[in-house]
C-alpha cells in the first residue's frame, strides 16, 4: 500500500561524491517528515539527516555536518542525500524512512553506500 524506494548507493573513493534518492509512494497520507539513517556491519543503526516536510528544517548527524545536505522534492514526494567528502565512516546501508499522518512509519530496504581507501 505504502512503497518507499531507495535508489543512488554505489562505490566511491575517499572524498568523491554520492545522491542518494528515496520515493514514497502508493497510498501515503499527510507527510509529516522523511529521513535517511544508515547501518554498518556489526554496528547499531544510525540517524543521519531528517527534513521535516512543513517547516523545512534539517538536523543532521554530527558526523555528517557540513558535507551532506539532505532535501527534498514535494511534489514528487522524495528526497535526496547529496553526499560530499565521502569517507571510508560513511560505508553503510542507507535507509530512507518516512513519519505520516495516522502512525505511519515505513522503511525502504535500504541502497548500498561503500567508500573506498
Known amino acids: 500500500q505504502v512503497q518507499v524506494l531507495e535508489s543512488g548507493g554505489g562505490l566511491m573513493q575517499t572524498g568523491g561524491s554520492l545522491r542518494l534518492s528515496c520515493t514514497a509512494s502508493?497510498?501515503?497520507?499527510?507527510?509529516?517528515?522523511m529521513a535517511w539513517c544508515r547501518q554498518a556491519p556489526g554496528k547499531e543503526r544510525e540517524f543521519v539527516a531528517r527534513v521535516r516536510w512543513i517547516s523545512g528544517e534539517t538536523p543532521y548527524a554530527d558526523s555528517v555536518k557540513g558535507r551532506f545536505t539532505i532535501s527534498r522534492d514535494k511534489d514528487k514526494n522524495t528526497i535526496y542525500l547529496q553526499m560530499n567528502d565521502l569517507k571510508p565512516e560513511d560505508t553503510a546501508i542507507y535507509y530512507c524512512?518516512?513519519?505520516?499522518?495516522?502512525?505511519?512509519?515505513?522503511w525502504g530496504q535500504g541502497t548500498q553506500v561503500t567508500v573506498s581507501s
Open positions: 524512512n518516512l513519519v505520516t499522518s495516522g502512525l505511519g512509519d515505513y
Open positions: 502508493g497510498r501515503v497520507r499527510e507527510i509529516y517528515g
